[in-house]
Nanobody, 124 residues
Framework: QVVESGGGLVQPGGSLTLSCVIS????????VAWFRQAPGKAREGVSC????????LYADSVKGRFAISRDSAKNTVYLRMNSLKSEDTAVYYC???????????????????WGQGTQVTVSS
């Protein structure tokens, strides 16, 4: 099971941290990723992390502003979002893949387990 939380309304330039709790095994058994879907647009990959140290990927649109992290003790994945822009407004989804836990990907088809999504709105 994958459960996200932490969405909300934030002003442009502000920060927000999303959390994703994964149950059904140890976090180290999974590669994880964050995706988002804005109104009228296709879902896109934002960031992902394998269970190896330092193996992370970011979409160009969020590089330098977002950071993904994993806390194995809490079975939780975080997405720290800084310098938020209106174009970051979307429903954010957490996803997990058990088949290849060491190598993460921003391709949706890799992930079998999805959360219900959490809304992030960036607006003044």
């Amino acid at each position: 099971q994958v459960v996200e939380s932490g969405g909300g309304l934030v002003q442009p330039g502000g920060s927000l941290t999303l959390s994703c709790v994964i149950s059904g095994g140890a976090l180290d058994d999974y590669a994880v990723a964050w995706f988002r879907q804005a109104p009228g647009k296709a879902r896109e990959g934002v960031s992902c992390a394998g269970n190896g140290d330092g193996y992370t990927l970011y979409a160009d649109s969020v590089k330098g502003r977002f950071a993904i992290s994993r806390d194995s003790a809490k079975n939780t994945v975080y997405l720290r979002m800084n310098s938020l822009k209106s174009e970051d407004t979307a429903v954010y989804y957490c996803a997990a893949d058990r088949a290849y836990p060491q190598i993460a990907s921003l391709l949706e088809d890799r992930y079998d387990y999805w959360g219900q999504g959490t809304q992030v709105t960036v607006s003044s």
